[in-house]
């Protein structure tokens, strides 16, 4: 069964998951606040009610960033 | 997901205004909140020189996107930090913008003008890695904008940024830091004035600011941050943001407008015993200022010119990858 490949960052790690879903879902799944990230396809931002395909390459990015400077 | 605007699909949602935004509407947004918080504090006046303290990250980046599509004289300063490849990263994208962009990029390098990094330097000196790297910011962007005659600083400090640091002032009932977080610094004792125009836009909308815009900003954080508390706050104040939207928005601007000027007498105390510093002449509270006594804990020096010496950018007719802003002035 194919499956979305999703980038993961700090620390960059790859993650596979089964099936055709919504963004929304792909986060719930993983346990990410949606808050925290973006998540990017092809350079484009997907929206939480999003659908991605099971052959997407997509990126978690997360939003979260900085010292207290 | 319909944009609220125009009914196209959207591909951002922002849950506080209960609104979902289509690419253009989404920049047009980002734009519109940072020219009402310029007017809502009284920020920036017309005909004034800005200097953007640019780290290379969303932040800073998008804020001086946005104020040169809004027609400000703004120009950007980059600290070298000498964090390793994070600080090459996050200075390739710093001068690939301005170059991007045909903007004037100010460079200063901790160790190769003051003879320290901030891993080493935090070490020497005993303090956290992110107090030292804030110590040094502070002063040499203040030092730039004064030597350099700008009338005032921008920071890329958000409403993420501005809520995570109240929290952490008011769980500590840190009164006299609690006095000092504002939107704009005035001008003072030899400070610039500093100002804070992105207070009205989340962190996730500016890294969605970027990615719509074409920016290349460093991503990874800084590995110097890992773990620390502010980011801890952050996360918090997410889980809260996440069943109760518009939460951070309420906190914060709900501080400066009840509770905010109450903690202001402290405040203004400690800036009228300021003195130059006997060593660099910068305001400061003590006989030595606190950046001085890092340098030289730190086994550093100060360098011999006085102000940045500008890095040539070249410069380019238009900006070749960037996605335009609707409504932006040419």
Request: proline share 6%; glycine share 10%; aromatic share 6%.
């Amino acid at each position: 069964m194919d499956a979305v490949k999703v980038l993961l960052r700090n620390p960059r790690r790859e993650v596979e998951v089964q099936g055709a879903m919504q963004v929304s879902t792909l986060l719930g799944r993983l346990d990410i606040n949606r808050e925290s990230v973006l998540v990017i396809r092809d350079g484009t931002i997907v929206a939480g009610d999003g659908w991605l395909n099971a052959d997407d390459d997509v990126e978690i990015r997360p939003v979260i960033s900085g010292g207290m400077a | 997901m319909k944009c609220r605007v125009c009914r196209e699909p959207a591909i951002i949602d922002i849950r506080r205004h209960n609104a979902n935004f289509c690419a253009d509407h989404f920049l047009k947004l980002c734009r519109d909140q940072t020219v009402k918080a310029i007017e809502q504090f009284d920020m920036i006046r017309s005909g004034e020189r800005v200097l953007v303290a640019v780290s290379g990250g969303k932040d800073s980046l998008a804020i001086w996107d946005i104020l040169l599509d809004l027609g400000y004289d703004a120009d950007g300063l980059y600290l070298g930090l000498g964090i390793g490849d994070y600080s090459d990263a996050s200075g390739d994208c710093a001068r690939a913008f301005a170059t991007a962009r045909g903007a004037t990029l100010l460079e200063v390098d901790l160790p190769a003008d003051y003879g320290y990094d901030i891993p080493n330097g935090a070490r020497a000196a005993k303090r956290v890695p992110c107090s030292a790297c804030g110590l040094s910011k502070r002063h040499l962007f203040d030092k730039a904008a004064i030597d350099g005659g700008y009338d005032v600083v921008v920071t890329g400090h958000n409403l993420d940024d501005e809520a995570a640091v109240l929290f952490g002032n008011v769980l500590r009932w840190q009164t006299d830091y609690l006095g000092r977080q504002l939107p704009v610094l005035p001008a003072r004792h030899g400070f610039p004035r500093k100002v804070k125009p992105l207070v009205r836009l989340g962190e996730r909308e500016m890294a969605a600011y970027c990615v719509v815009r074409g920016i290349d900003y460093i991503v990874d954080e800084c590995p110097m941050a890992a773990g620390n508390k502010h980011l801890g706050y952050k996360e918090s104040l997410n889980a809260v943001e996440a069943t109760s939207p518009g939460t951070k928005h309420d906190f914060y601007f709900g501080f400066l407008a009840r509770a905010s000027e109450h903690f202001r007498p402290e405040a203004e105390g400690e800036q009228a015993d300021l003195q130059p510093c006997t060593s660099c002449g910068a305001p400061t509270t003590a006989e030595v200022c606190a950046f001085c006594r890092l340098v030289e804990r730190a086994g550093g020096h100060h360098p011999d010119h006085g102000s940045p010496e500008p890095v040539p950018v070249e410069l380019q007719p238009r900006k070749p990858t960037l996605v335009p802003t609707p409504g932006a002035s040419a």
